[in-house]
């Protein structure tokens, strides 16, 4: 018998905005998150009752009390697994370091982070940033914004009119001035949310321009306004949330990019790294030939910026 999950991660399975949102909901708390009834479940999602049955007969079906029985099948199943009672019984190593065990409890994070999204989300992505005719700007919040950097450096290697917006202040809202209908938007946003990314990313979504949201499982108020939104589990034991699984993401979504490419980006990339070549960017390359080059140098002591 099929379980639940791999219906919902089925690629061949072809879904509506509203259903892909339903299906975020439910990898993002699997199984727990189908065992509310279906009133519950829309409106997490911002959906209709009638959606969340809509899916259900799509996943094969009755309607979603059927699915929700093979939910509560599978929990059953799963509490009577040796597997897990060998893992809710096993003792606490104490002699454990607080690194080790936090960094086993961030790779189980990730692990989970496999399932929360499905795979055809990745390659939906990264049509909308590579097909946009107009500019790709990101944004995050005090610790998010750091990852939109990083999302922001790989994406302007394969396409042109990235934008980082970095730190949101006042005159960033002026930015917004310029969006419409070719732009893309990626948001950051993960609880605790920012008020400023809210606006900006609702505002972007007014004047028209797509949004593409990466958040957790509780949802920023940006999802209201998302074309497609991608979460992660944070939950690690430390005061501060994990956001490991979201580098992952953005990384993972890179690949999926990189599978694709077209002629122009290629010639991109190669004209990139002849930049880099003739200014002694990076030390891979040999002494001689940038010596009497223009661009940055190398002096006893120190080593080229990468």
Known sequence: MTDVRTLLLDQ???????????????LADYPTSGLSN??????????????????????GFEGFPDLQKRLLSEVEARLHSPLLMMETKRS????????????????ETIDKTVGATPANTYDKVAKLIMESKGRVGLVGGRFSRHIAGMLAGYLSQLRPGVHDIGTLAAPSF????????RDVLIAFDYRRYQNDVVAFASQAADRGATVVLFTDQWLSPIAEHAEVTIICPL????????????????EALVAQILSTLDDSTRRRIENLEAVRARNGVTVDGDESETKSQPGPKRTKGTTRNV
């Open 12 to 26: 061949k399975l072809t879904l509506t905005p509203s259903e892909e949102k339903i299906v975020q909901i439910l």
């Open 38 to 59: 279906a009133s519950n479940l829309a409106k997490k999602a911002g959906v209709s009752d009638a959606t969340v049955v809509r899916l259900a007969v799509k996943l």
């Open 92 to 107: 606490s190593d104490a002699a454990q370091g607080i690194a080790e065990a936090y960094l086993h409890a961030v790779s």
């Open 174 to 181: 002026d930015i917004l001035v310029d969006y419409g209908k």
């Open 235 to 250: 939950d690690v034991p430390s005061p501060y949330d994990t956001l490991a699984p979201a580098v992952a993401q953005i």
